[in-house]
């Protein structure tokens, strides 16, 4: 059974980092690419980050490009998302998505990721 569990959200003062797991089960993570977004309150899903299947390659948002860093482990069937120097917009519900090919589609949309987990909630407050 396909599934992807999001953990490691919580709440964190501005400035502060954390790292985001998200654990893929029923498939294997190394042969697609992945994508992390996240939803603010009365806001639309948007793209953060994604990785393509070599890991190889990354995408990231302009808003987090330079701070959050995306990765993979192989051996844990598992992908990361690192976020440092937090500010409160990125306060949301942070989610990871399957893709069904091997490079990354365009963040600025929702089509091209067809499964999803259910979440982990980030607040980034003082």
């Known amino acids: 059974q396909l599934q992807l569990v999001e953990s490691g959200g919580g709440l964190v003062q501005p400035g502060g980092s954390l790292r985001l797991s998200c654990a893929a089960s029923g498939f294997t993570l190394r042969y697609i690419a992945i994508g992390w977004f996240r939803q603010a309150p009365g806001k639309e899903r948007e793209g953060v980050s994604c990785l393509n299947s070599s890991g190889g390659r990354t995408n990231y948002a302009d808003s987090v490009n330079g701070r959050f860093t995306i990765s993979r482990d192989n051996a844990k069937n598992t992908v990361y998302l690192q976020m440092n120097s937090l500010k409160p917009e990125a306060t949301a519900v942070y989610y990871c998505?399957?893709?069904?090919?091997?490079?990354?589609?365009?963040?600025?949309?929702?089509?091209?990721?067809?499964?999803w987990g259910q979440g982990t909630q980030v607040t980034v407050s003082s």
């Open positions: 998505a399957r893709t069904y090919s091997a490079s990354c589609p365009s963040l600025q949309t929702l089509t091209g990721f067809d499964s």
